[in-house]
């Protein structure tokens, strides 16, 4: 049986990724209450009616949006390789990845987490934020030398996914001041002390 994804039109993810530049173009200029559909479609160089062949309304749209922002994001994690210099554990490598993605795709991430704060992405974001905490933690539970039975576990993934996303958008906020890597391994080290402290 074959359980391979089915390839989507090329036509169709260009389209999609014409009305995804225009919002994101849009969104710089105007409030988001003021695009519409009509807007949108013309800032794309379509007409209304592909728009309405791809999506049901514009919240509709941004809803797939999030959804694909979570499937690359997801993709990025998945695909990142072990790195030489990272103990068994730790999980910089993987937000380093992170951290290139959303420098790739910075005009993106800028305008939608750092510009307009849009839950709809920065809620997504977290929630896969919190899921990579707690692959950390339970990796370090593990570790018979590392005790945190002190810190309640959905405390700490509050906690550090709270932090890392607010890390990141300051760091998209501020035009992105430190390499991903540096950033990552700065992280890491602020979450080692304070879980060694605690």
Known sequence: MNHA??????RILRTRQLLRDAFIELLQEIDIEKI?????????????????????DIPDMLEKMADDMVVDIQKVLDGTPPHPDAKEGESWPKLVSLLEHLAKHEKF??????????TI?????????????????ETRESDPDRSSAVIQKDIAIWYSSSAL???????LRYDM??????????????SS???DKA
Not at 177 to 190: G, H, N, R
Request: hydrophobic share 45%.
């Open 121 to 137: 992405f920065s809620d997504r974001l977290l929630k896969l934020l919190a899921k990579l905490v707690s692959e950390r933690i």
């Open 165 to 171: 996303i607010g890390t990141i958008i300051s760091w």
């Open 177 to 190: 001041p430190y390499t991903p890597l540096f950033l990552a391994k700065q992280f890491a080290l602020i």
């Open 193 to 195: 002390r304070t879980n």
């Open 5 to 10: 994804t089915p390839r989507t039109d090329p």
């Open 109 to 118: 991430y800028k305008v939608i987490l750092a510009t307009h704060r849009m």
């Open 36 to 56: 519409s559909v009509n807007r949108l479609a013309e800032r794309a160089t379509i007409n209304r009616v592909t728009f309405y062949l791809h999506y049901r």
